[in-house]
């Protein structure tokens, strides 16, 4: 189990509904490691600054994350987490290991758009 306060996926069925139901969408697959933690703590504290993304977690132990890990855009990765950014119920990006902030929020920005109340440069 991941100790988080992201909204945790355990089953590749809630997986596709999470990224079929939703636009944008953010999911940080990993163990509760010092490479994992942070990411997982950057989604939390922008979760609410980014109301057009949805933030999950899923353990990547789970067998069920099978979904993740076999991704070609994963193919290679050699550290975890394994982020994936889904739009449109597409992989737009992928990234793996720890990640600051900023490299989350440049991603974001990209894919998704800035948040409502700031402008990109």
């Not at 490479?35 to 067998?63: L, R, S, T, W």
């Not at 069920?64 to 394994?82: C, D, N």
């Amino acid at each position: 189990m991941l100790y988080t306060n992201l909204k945790h996926i355990e089953t590749a069925a809630q997986l596709e509904k999470a990224i079929s139901d939703n636009e944008n969408v953010m999911v940080v697959c990993g163990r509760m490691g010092p490479m994992c933690i942070p990411v997982y703590g950057i989604a939390e504290d922008i979760e609410d600054e980014y109301k057009h993304v949805q933030f999950f977690d899923m353990e990547f132990d789970n067998p069920e994350a099978v979904v993740i890990r076999r991704l070609p855009e994963v193919r290679g990765f050699m550290g975890i987490p394994f982020t994936i950014y889904y739009k449109n119920g597409k992989v737009v990006k992928a990234t793996s290991s720890i990640q600051t902030k900023e490299q989350v929020t440049t991603i974001l920005n990209k894919e998704f758009g800035a948040p409502a109340n700031k402008k990109t440069l």
